[in-house]
Each structure stands twice: as C-alpha cells, then as structure tokens.
C-alpha cells in the first residue's frame, strides 16, 4: 500500500517537473501572451452583463434609453432570461483573448524596444508605458476589429423589441444574426473586407490615448507604491482602477460614435444620411441629432464596467506573469529585450 502511494506521487511529482520543464521551454513573449489572453477573458467574462446594457444604451435601442442600470438588466432578464446578460459574450471573449494577448504582449515589446533605442532622448520614465501601450492598442484593435462588430452586431439584438434608430439612418427592422459567422458572412457581402472595419476610425482615435493613458497611469502609480506593498493585489486593483477610470472618461464619446456607426445599414434609410459618416462627422451629427448628453450615454454604467474589469485585466496579467515565470522587466531590458 506504501509502496502504491509513493508510486502515485513520483509519478505526479515527475508530472510536474515536466510540465514546469516545458514552461521553461517558452519563449517570454509566449508567456506574455498566454498571461494577456488570461487576463483579458476573465475581466470581460466578469463584467459582460454591463457591457450588453451599455452597448444598448449606446444604440438607443427602443424601451432602454430612459431605464437606469438595475431596470435594464431586469428588462433583458424578462425578455431573454439569464442568456440575454451574455449575448455577444462569446464573440466579445473570441475577441478579447486575442486582443489581450496581443495587446499586453506587443506593450511589452514596444517598451522594451523604446527604452533600447530611444532611453536617451526621451528617459525611462511613464512617457515611455504611454507611448507603448499606445502602439499596442493600435496594433490589436487592427488585428481583432472585425470580431468587435459581431460582437456589437448581436449585442444590438434583443428579442421582441424594436430598433428605432440612431443618427446615422438606422430605422425599421433591423438584420437578424445568427452568430458571429453569419455576422462575418452577412456584413461581408454587404461591402467585402470595408464593411468589416465600420467604425475602425473612431476606435482608433479613441483607442490610441486610451491605451496609452491606461498603462501610463496604472505604471505610474504602481511606481508610488512602497516596495513592501508592490504585491499587493488590492493596491493592484486599486491602481487599474483608477487607470480605467481615467482614461476612459476622456474617450467615452468617440466610443459611442463608434458603436452607433458599427450597427448602423449598409444602405441607411434615412437618405439624408446617405453618405458614409466619418468619425467627427459621426460626434456632430449626433449633437444634433440626439443632444451632446448622447455622447456620454452609458457612462455612469461604463464607470461601474471599467472599474472592475481594468482592475482585473491589470491584476491577472500581473499574477499570471508570475505565475508562469515571466522575468522582471529590470532582467529583460538588460538582455537586450532578447525575447
């Protein structure tokens, strides 16, 4: 019987050996990468039910524009029960895996490759995470952009309900979704691979100070924080709260010109919004059409959404980093950024 046990732990011990064995084996920008995507899925996943709310405040979708956040949620558990707190779930984690990983992983690329090319001109402090997580923001929004309208397109859905309209000519009944690929095939044949960069342009004037004021703030605060206190997981979700907090408020009304455009018909019916409308176009004709309160429609939601799940993304990437054996950055930079 001894002998049995002692066998079963050799065994799972030399499981485990080879398992830390093969971590090793990875490269760090693969670590990073598998830490991003972590990340990224468990902070969208916790947060989804407020996201489906503020997407449909953002598209002034019909009987939830005047309703706070409790009333919503209660109205998309009448209509659709628990399914409808997660419709586009599954396209928004398709896409957030990947832009995560890509997002948290090219930021540290970026740094590390600013810092061994331009540290003299421009030094090491916070300018440098705000220029990387810039450049990384833009490169995943390229990379996963037709995911984000599918998700918006079946998030904009919601049974038994009517769609009035926004600014940019979407009235009447609108196209019915069933899943992300038949948003890909559908929306692709309305205008090839254009049609699925709809609102691209908004999301990257938005996303480009976003992402950069997101990790310039959240480094910069970490960087305050006594060296005793450095692993706490409070102060780390703490100070990427703030970060999302921050940085959000200042983007917010380029977000919801997006959303409105990424929803909006091919063809819009109203013809005097025949042409396609551009990304300031898109802000001004919403002030006139809707009122500039409309461009901070959802905020008070978003600020409840981006607490928690910035807060998250930044903890869990931080943990999973250290959990998978990433080195400090400190070690990574005096390599010679070999990754």
Known sequence: MVSSQ?????SASA?????????DLLPVYAKELIAGGAAGAFAKTAV???ERVKILLQTRTEGFQSLGILQSLRKLWQYEGIRGFYKGNGAS????VPYAALHYMT??????WILNNFAPSIGTGPVVDLLA????????VLCTYPLDLARTKLAYQVSNVGQPGNAFGNFGQQQTYNGVKDVFKTVYKEGGTQSLYRGVGPTL???????????????????????DYKSSVILKLSCGALAGLFGQTLTYPLDVVRRQMQVQSKQPQNSSDGLRIRTFQGLLLIIRCQGWRQLFAGLSLNYVKVVPSVAIGFTTYDMMKTLL??????????SGGNK
Request: proline fraction near 7%; hydrophobic fraction near 40%; aromatic fraction near 10%.
């Open 48 to 50: 989804a039910p407020l």
């Open 93 to 96: 984690v398709l896409r957030i």
């Open 325 to 334: 054996g990433v080195p400090p950055r400190e070690r990574i930079h005096a």
């Open 107 to 112: 930021y540290e690329q970026y740094r590390c």
């Open 205 to 227: 004037i938005g996303i480009l100070p976003y992402a950069g004021l997101k990790f310039y703030i959240y480094e910069d605060l970490k960087s305050q924080v006594p060296e």
């Open 15 to 23: 499981a485990a050996q080879v398992n830390a064995s093969a971590l």
């Open 133 to 140: 997580g810039s450049a990384a923001g833009g490169t995943a």
């Open 6 to 10: 002692e066998s079963t732990f050799s």
